[in-house]
Nanobody
């Protein structure tokens, strides 16, 4: 079993940065592929990024490539999402999730079994 808790959300101005953290309160996060997703009301949940168990393989959605960086912090049993050059369209509730899937399509939410409760990010001036 894996239980995940997101933190780090908040309000930031366009062009600013935030770092989200996804900590495992139960289980080992490094035994799972971890993904970040986001959702705005009325829209489908979007895959943002994902990272392999060892941390060597990462994938990003087209809308965040070059601006977001996913990484593991195994000392904290967590996965971080560094978000730079934030835009108003990045405003959403961000969720992290875990799966045993290890293929190239890890930004597809259908692979994921274990989900956190979400953290809200608002990008606005």
């Amino acid at each position: 079993q894996l239980q995940l808790v997101e933190s780090g959300g908040g309000m930031v101005q366009p062009g600013g940065s935030l770092t989200l953290s996804c900590a495992a309160s139960e289980g080992r996060s490094d035994h799972y592929t971890i993904g970040w997703f986001r959702q705005v009301p009325g829209k489908e949940r979007e895959g943002v990024s994902c990272i392999s168990t060892g941390g060597a393989i990462t994938h990003y959605g087209d809308s965040v490539k070059g601006r977001f960086t996913i990484s593991r912090d195994n000392t904290k049993n967590a996965v971080n999402l560094q978000m730079n050059s934030l835009k108003p369209e990045d405003t959403a509730v961000y969720y992290c999730a875990g799966t045993h899937y290890s293929g190239d399509y890890c930004t597809d939410q259908r692979w994921y079994n274990f989900w956190g409760q979400g953290t809200r990010v608002t990008v606005s001036s």
